[in-house]
């Protein structure tokens, strides 16, 4: 479709007037489909297949895949989340909440499921898929804005096991991660893995996939990551922990 800026920047007008701030400018070069289908048309089997992974490093495994979701995706997800925001919290190992830390200095949603709709929902087996596991595996979306100076520092995904017992302990623990960036900030807020000197460039559409537990099964220290601060600009991610067994029931 050609870019109309005219009828965007109108539409923009009108949503301001209606109390909407400006949503970040959304630029992305989608991946092209492995089978292009008529236009209008959903092919399930199409808008379900993720395109392929670069494997960046091999244990614990960290792959990238580009164009993993649309740019009417990544707005849908922005725009839902945006007047949801809180103060990201932190869990202290017993699973008390223990307020706002240094640790994550951004605001998040978690998405309910009363908040998915059918797009959502594609959008997130996408990603499930792309992770190579099922959606059911996955702890609710969780959409997070980092403003500019705000960073999550070093830490992992896996939980204490206090933490697994309070939260549905037949799941096991976060086995995997998918988080697939929603814009492209202007500087900075790459996501770093520093045990393995891995770095991924924030871009509208990328994903990042990457393990959390050994071939075992048991805790991989040398999954540490940090989202590093935004130097300029914003940065909004959507991410799906996942769970060694079934979490959800919907
Ligand atoms: O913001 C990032 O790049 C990392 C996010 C992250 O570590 C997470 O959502 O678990
Ligand atoms: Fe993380």
Redesign the pocket.
């Known amino acids: 479709m050609t870019a109309q800026p005219e009828s965007a920047a109108q539409l923009k007008a009108r949503l301001r007037e209606g109390g909407f701030p400006d949503m970040p400018e959304i630029i992305a070069v989608p991946a092209a489909p492995k089978r292009p289908s008529p236009p209008a048309t959903l092919a399930l089997d199409e808008v379900l297949d993720p395109p392929d992974a670069q494997v960046l490093c091999e244990s614990p495994r960290i792959a990238q895949i580009d164009g993993l979701l649309s740019v009417d995706e990544c707005r849908l997800l922005v725009a839902t989340a945006a007047p949801l925001l809180r103060a990201s919290r932190v869990h202290a190992p017993d699973g008390s909440d223990v307020g706002e830390r240094e640790l994550r200095t951004?605001r998040d949603v978690s998405f309910d499921p009363l908040l998915e709709d059918f797009s959502l929902r594609l959008a997130q087996l996408r990603m499930a898929a792309a992770a190579g596991m099922e959606l059911v595996d996955a702890e609710q979306l969780?959409v997070?804005h980092?403003a500019e100076g705000q960073?999550?520092r070093p830490?992992r995904?896996y939980l204490p096991p206090e933490s697994i017992q309070r939260d549905h302990p037949a799941a096991g623990n976060r086995k995997r991660?998918i988080?697939a960036?929603l814009n492209t900030p202007l500087e900075g807020?790459?996501?770093?893995f520093p045990a393995r000197d891995v770095r991924?460039e924030?871009k509208a559409g990328r994903a990042?996939v990457f393990d959390s537990l050994d071939a075992d099964g048991r805790p991989d220290a040398d999954s540490l990551?940090?989202?590093?601060p935004v130097e300029r600009g914003e940065?909004w991610?959507a991410?799906l922990?996942l769970r060694e067994r079934p979490y959800r029931a919907y």
Do not use: M, N
């Open positions: 951004s969780i997070l980092y960073e999550y830490h995904d991660t988080c960036y807020g790459a996501t770093v991924v924030p990042v990551h940090a989202g590093l940065k991610l991410t922990w």
